[in-house]
């Protein structure tokens, strides 16, 4: 069954950077849209970034300039690579496909930014 893996996150100042990283059993991540998404406390989970099955990339407006999600296909993992990190960003990140499939959640790592 396909389990996705999330991997990285920590406390940062403002201003700090973190590198997320994503991976999946029974899954090469090179042939499908996945996404990062994340969920803060009391907010519905939404989408972050996403990296298409043919390397197109989308950004949600808050994390434009940012953030940057790619895609090592011999690890067979998908990173999300944070800068610049604002306390609004903290969070419970998550890796799936997209859309999402629900059986496919992992635990999340959560980032946390102090001011």
């Known amino acids: 069954q396909v389990q996705f893996v999330e991997s990285g996150g920590g406390l940062v100042q403002a201003g700090g950077s973190l590198r997320l990283s994503c991976t999946a059993s029974?899954?090469?991540?090179?042939?499908?849209?996945i996404g990062w998404y994340r969920q803060a406390p009391g907010t519905q989970r939404e989408l972050v970034a996403l990296?298409?099955?043919?390397?197109?990339?989308y950004y949600t407006d808050s994390v434009k300039g940012r953030f940057t999600i790619s895609r090592d296909i011999a690890k067979n993992t998908v990173d999300l690579q944070m800068s610049t990190l604002k306390p609004e960003d903290t969070a419970v990140y998550y890796c799936?496909?997209?859309?999402?499939?629900?059986?496919?959640w992992g635990q999340g790592t959560q980032v946390s930014v102090s001011s």
């Open positions: 029974e899954m090469t991540l090179a042939y499908s849209t």
């Open positions: 799936n496909k997209f859309p999402s499939f629900a059986a496919y």
């Open positions: 990296i298409r099955d043919y390397n197109s990339t």
